[in-house]
């Protein structure tokens, strides 16, 4: 058959074969020969040999279409796609080559896996179309700038509550920090970060979206468009008080880097939360602990620059005097305050006629005017509102048997009756009396 004498041949052998010809027509030696391909002349005289022999398929290599002899065996291959399919369906190739070596002891390549999921139809490859984009080189410097965010996502997989997990990560060396929350708010930002700064000190930047806890949503007043000022979130102006930059990203696709954070977190993380059967906010947080530290260790990379921008705080320095959400009240003339439904007595005697409460990340409240703390106690036993004593006073009251009243109406009643059976009918139709 024509197909028969087709020879499926690589460049690299091609270029054999025509060197292999000029040795067999005389044309260089074959120590030359054996310059030119980077072989030994031995190996020259064993390709002459067999090119001799079989023709122009002596050039091709024995173990052509073989299986290897390293080769994993077939029940092997058999067995990691079963469990697979049993225990990791859906996690990509490299988690799962990573989970069947550390919990079942399989060593098999990521790769590997990859083509033998491909082959049995449990995987599929994904193309995804990609906008075009500038890339933005990282900062030079550890604590330089770091990116913020809180992800909301079903972390738990319906085993636990709603919960969102709040993320830094540093741009210069992709170093990662994160902790569990129950919402997206100013005291969980404000906690979070707090942590932060205890564990790696205070950042010169941070970069974070326009989400209404970290960029105020009002409209700047008369008063703030004649000193130059715009309105700032209560966490916005804890870093302004702490010197550290916020610089607001436009899209999400700007701090590109901790999104794709989340996005390998919501994938990897969730998994091993998955096998561990984490159900509350508690264990997830101590889990964190363990698990981004190995992250850390592998995925972050070392900064251009030696140097760590992250600024210490000073001794008897108060975080929590700054870390907390600060609301004008004004002080009524019974010197109480009211504050999230609550009232409260200040106990000083002050000029005052506006006082700062302070919320702090614990839950407690503190007052304070031009920086003084105020003495205070809450009102636990509100007084009765007006309206209510009036309702009381109103109250209808039914009058006695021998009330004057009812006795007028006994006469007026006695006098209707009367009228009514004197009064004659007119033109043949009774009055309304006597109806």
């Given at each position: 058959?024509?197909?028969?004498?087709?020879?499926?041949?690589?460049?690299?052998?091609?270029?054999?074969?025509?060197?292999?010809?000029?040795?067999?027509?005389?044309?260089?030696?074959?120590?030359?020969?054996?310059?030119?391909?980077?072989?030994?002349?031995r190996q020259i005289r064993r390709i002459v040999k067999r090119v001799r022999l079989e023709g122009d398929k002596g050039i091709i290599h024995k173990s052509r279409g073989q299986p290897s002899k390293?080769?994993?065996?077939?029940?092997?291959?058999?067995?990691?796609?079963h469990l697979y399919r049993l225990q990791y369906s859906d996690f990509g190739p490299t988690l799962a080559s990573e989970k069947l070596q550390e919990r079942d002891h399989l060593a098999v390549s990521d790769e590997t896996l990859r083509l033998w999921l491909l082959g049995s139809g449990d995987w599929k490859k994904r193309r995804k179309t990609r906008v075009h984009r500038r890339w933005r080189e990282r900062k030079a410097h550890r604590?330089?700038?770091?990116?913020?965010?809180?992800?909301?996502?079903?972390?738990?997989?319906?085993r636990g509550p709603p919960c969102v997990l709040m993320s830094y990560i540093d741009d210069?060396?992709?170093?990662?920090?994160?902790?569990?929350?129950?919402?997206?708010?100013?005291?969980?930002?404000?906690?979070?970060?707090?942590r932060y700064i205890q564990k790696f000190g205070l950042?010169?930047?941070?970069?974070?979206?326009?989400?209404t806890t970290y960029k105020s949503p009002a409209k700047a007043s008369v008063e703030d468009v004649l000193n130059d000022e715009v309105p700032l979130s209560e966490f916005e102006r804890a870093l302004k008080e702490l010197e550290v930059e916020v610089i607001h990203a436009m899209s999400p696709q700007a701090k590109g880097r901790i999104e794709r954070l989340f996005r390998t977190l919501q994938d990897r993380m969730v998994k091993e939360m998955r096998l561990r059967v984490i159900r509350t906010i508690e264990e997830a947080n101590d889990f964190l602990k363990q698990y981004l530290t190995l992250y850390n260790r592998r995925?972050?990379?070392p900064p251009r620059e030696r140097d760590n921008l992250h600024r210490s705080l000073p001794k008897g320095f108060n975080l929590d005097a700054i870390l907390c959400i600060k609301t004008?009240?004004?002080?009524?003339?019974?010197?109480t305050v009211a504050h999230n439904t609550k009232l409260y007595q200040i106990e000083d005697r002050t000029r005052a006629s506006k006082i700062i409460v302070h919320d702090y990340i614990n839950g407690s409240v503190r007052m304070s005017y031009r920086d003084q703390p105020l003495r205070f106690k809450e009102i636990t036993s509100r007084?009765?509102?007006?309206?209510?004593?009036?309702?009381?006073?109103?109250?209808?009251?039914?009058?006695?048997?021998n009330h004057p009243w009812r006795r007028r109406f006994k006469v007026d009643r006695h006098r209707y009756e009367s009228a009514k059976l004197i009064l004659p009918p007119q033109n043949g139709v009774e009055s309304p009396l006597q109806s």
């Amino acid at each position: 058959m024509a197909g028969e004498d087709i020879l499926m041949v690589r460049q690299k052998e091609l270029k054999r074969l025509h060197i292999i010809e000029k040795v067999l027509e005389r044309g260089i030696k074959q120590i030359e020969a054996a310059e030119v391909l980077g072989l030994s002349s031995r190996q020259i005289r064993r390709i002459v040999k067999r090119v001799r022999l079989e023709g122009d398929k002596g050039i091709i290599h024995k173990s052509r279409g073989q299986p290897s002899k390293r080769r994993i065996p077939e029940t092997t291959r058999d067995k990691i796609i079963h469990l697979y399919r049993l225990q990791y369906s859906d996690f990509g190739p490299t988690l799962a080559s990573e989970k069947l070596q550390e919990r079942d002891h399989l060593a098999v390549s990521d790769e590997t896996l990859r083509l033998w999921l491909l082959g049995s139809g449990d995987w599929k490859k994904r193309r995804k179309t990609r906008v075009h984009r500038r890339w933005r080189e990282r900062k030079a410097h550890r604590g330089e700038m770091v990116q913020m965010d809180g992800s909301h996502h079903d972390w738990f997989e319906g085993r636990g509550p709603p919960c969102v997990l709040m993320s830094y990560i540093d741009d210069a060396t992709g170093r990662v920090f994160a902790r569990f929350y129950e919402y997206e708010g100013t005291i969980p930002a404000m906690d979070s970060f707090k942590r932060y700064i205890q564990k790696f000190g205070l950042p010169l930047s941070v970069y974070l979206d326009r989400h209404t806890t970290y960029k105020s949503p009002a409209k700047a007043s008369v008063e703030d468009v004649l000193n130059d000022e715009v309105p700032l979130s209560e966490f916005e102006r804890a870093l302004k008080e702490l010197e550290v930059e916020v610089i607001h990203a436009m899209s999400p696709q700007a701090k590109g880097r901790i999104e794709r954070l989340f996005r390998t977190l919501q994938d990897r993380m969730v998994k091993e939360m998955r096998l561990r059967v984490i159900r509350t906010i508690e264990e997830a947080n101590d889990f964190l602990k363990q698990y981004l530290t190995l992250y850390n260790r592998r995925f972050s990379v070392p900064p251009r620059e030696r140097d760590n921008l992250h600024r210490s705080l000073p001794k008897g320095f108060n975080l929590d005097a700054i870390l907390c959400i600060k609301t004008g009240r004004t002080l009524r003339n019974d010197f109480t305050v009211a504050h999230n439904t609550k009232l409260y007595q200040i106990e000083d005697r002050t000029r005052a006629s506006k006082i700062i409460v302070h919320d702090y990340i614990n839950g407690s409240v503190r007052m304070s005017y031009r920086d003084q703390p105020l003495r205070f106690k809450e009102i636990t036993s509100r007084p009765v509102k007006k309206q209510a004593v009036m309702e009381r006073i109103r109250k209808r009251s039914i009058p006695a048997a021998n009330h004057p009243w009812r006795r007028r109406f006994k006469v007026d009643r006695h006098r209707y009756e009367s009228a009514k059976l004197i009064l004659p009918p007119q033109n043949g139709v009774e009055s309304p009396l006597q109806s």
